[in-house]
């Protein structure tokens, strides 16, 4: 069956510009998670759904970042007013039920400049 | 606080036995995970501990040592397509995320 897929792939963006990056979890599934990997680090935990539950924001990093999850599938995450500390690759996942195996999608890749 | 640490880089030959190691401290403890990055790629997941012992699947083995606060990952007749990097994560007690090491990177030679 169809994975976790994310859109888009690579983004390069200009300082101060808003992004939005997308999530497609795998159908079924009901918690959905946002991290984030910076060149040659571990992932950082930022944002988690579990069904009609309020989100778990506690990872992200400040008030530029948001997500939201539609209909309880598709996710959103975006970035306000982007840094270039922002550059990193940012996964999501999903889960079919909480703290089981977590899917993750390829990521997108973003930049920056 | 949380802390996951695990060595920075392993080189092993092809064909031989190499274990990874993980330690942690963290503000709670409900299951650890090992999960398999290659370069730019997903990860993907390997294993999954929540009682003291070793788990084994296929050429993989995870140990966990609850008390110690201390996880292996064991892998057997190394393989070329080995050569990855190694993610070990605590699912903290007091909340429904994980917490990810900084990963060991795997070369296999040959």
């Known amino acids: 069956g169809a994975g976790v897929s994310q859109s888009p792939s690579n983004k390069v963006t200009e300082k101060g510009k808003d992004v939005e990056l997308r999530c497609d979890p795998i159908?079924?599934?009901?918690?959905l998670y946002w991290y984030r990997q910076s060149l040659g680090q571990g992932l950082e935990f930022l944002i988690y759904?579990?069904?009609?539950?309020?989100?778990?924001k506690s990872g992200l990093p400040s008030d530029r970042f948001s997500a939201e999850r539609t209909g309880g599938s598709v996710s959103t995450l975006t970035i306000q007013r982007t840094q270039q500390e922002d550059s990193a690759v940012y996964l999501c996942a999903s889960s079919p039920r909480v703290a089981y195996e977590q899917y993750f999608g390829p990521g997108t890749r973003l930049t920056v400049t | 606080g949380q802390n996951i640490d695990q060595p920075t880089e392993m080189t092993a030959t092809e064909g031989a036995i190499v274990q990874i190691n993980c330690t942690y401290q963290?503000?709670?403890?409900?299951?650890l995970f090992w999960y398999q990055q290659h370069a730019g790629e997903a990860p993907t997941f390997l294993s999954y501990?929540?009682?003291?012992g070793l788990e084994e699947k296929g050429r993989f083995s995870s140990f966990l040592s609850r008390s110690k606060g201390y996880s292996y990952l064991l892998l057997k007749e190394l393989q070329m397509k080995d050569s990855a990097s190694y993610l070990c994560?605590?699912?903290?007690?007091?909340?429904?995320?994980?917490?990810f090491g900084a990963g060991t990177i795997l070369r296999v030679k040959s």
């Open positions: 963290t503000s709670g403890f409900n299951g």
């Open positions: 501990n929540v009682l003291d």
């Open positions: 159908s079924g599934h009901t918690a």
């Open positions: 994560a605590v699912r903290d007690g007091g909340g429904n995320k994980l917490v």
């Open positions: 759904f579990q069904g009609n539950s309020a989100p778990d």
